[in-house]
């Protein structure tokens, strides 16, 4: 039993240590609930991935919410523990694996306290590798084209909120069939909420692949199939931005076709 006199203890570092172990299981429960209280009655939290500073139960619950989707699986690969007067620190790099196969390395710091009678986290940082932010993510051509099949995938779930989620924290869309662009999360999975009642399947017939460092571009013509049987093509700009450990799409603009508005543009004139 880790006791308030960790300094007496020859092992007291593994038990600090095990105090993650016990954080990565309440991860496993799925539950945000279950993650939250392992946090202090006035724990704070800095997460990886939200500029907004967690200070009260609901706050560190509410980030966990989307974090659990992924289905992370914490381990420390390396860090080092200092023993206090009834608080301990861990600090060092941890990596998470993701449902999907994918990890992404982090570095953080524990503060535990010990409060009515258990260890708990009074306050918990993690951070990018700042390397890695700064270093070009390494993506094909092969690689960025399949990118339309993960939003495509998306489409087929018919959740709005699902094809919403492949675009970045910023991301802009132009939409081929609304006047309104759409800067916000909400309004992008709005526009979706019409399109997918069509059940569309969409194919890229042509297009050209760009790479850069940290983001890449596809362009060219796609074209939708609706549970109908009817099909339109329109054209195709995709932006990719590397965020949070995962290429997501920065920009999105989409256009139908001109020469045949053009030409039904020009009978209506013609007939007026």
Do not use: C
């Not at 969409?202 to 013509?221: H, L, M, S, T």
Request: hydrophobic share 40%; glycine share 8%; proline share 4%.
């Amino acid at each position: 039993l880790l006791s308030s006199y960790l300094t007496l203890f020859p092992a007291a570092a593994l038990q600090v240590r095990n105090l993650f172990n016990l954080w990565n299981d309440a991860l496993l429960t799925g539950d945000p609930d279950a993650v939250a209280k392992r946090y202090s009655r006035e724990g704070v939290l800095l997460p990886t991935l939200s500029d907004v500073p967690r200070s009260d139960y609901e706050g560190i619950k509410d980030y966990f919410v989307h974090f659990l989707e992924k289905k992370p699986l914490g381990k420390i690969l390396e860090g080092d523990i200092f023993i206090g007067n009834n608080w301990a620190q861990d600090a060092g790099i941890y990596e998470f694996t993701f449902q999907d196969g994918s990890k992404v390395k982090a570095r953080y710091s524990f503060v535990y306290v010990f409060e009515d009678g258990q260890w708990m986290i009074s306050h918990h940082h993690s951070s990018l590798m700042p390397e890695e932010v700064v270093r070009p993510k390494a993506i094909s051509e092969t690689e960025v084209r399949n990118l339309f099949g993960l939003w495509n995938d998306a489409l087929a779930t018919g959740d709005p909120q699902k094809v919403a989620d492949r675009y970045t924290k910023d991301a802009v869309l132009l939409p081929t069939l609304s006047d309104e662009a759409r800067y916000t999360n909400d309004r992008i999975a709005d526009y979706f909420v019409h399109f997918l009642e069509k059940g569309p399947t969409g194919r890229i017939v042509e297009g050209n692949v760009k790479v850069g460092p940290n983001w890449a571009q596809d362009a060219g013509i796609y074209e939708f199939t609706f549970a109908d049987g009817s099909s339109v093509q329109g054209r195709y700009s995709f932006v990719y931005a590397y965020e949070g450990g995962e290429w997501k799409i920065s920009n999105h603009h989409s256009s139908i076709m001109p020469e045949a508005a053009v030409d039904a543009m020009k009978k209506v004139a013609s007939n007026a």
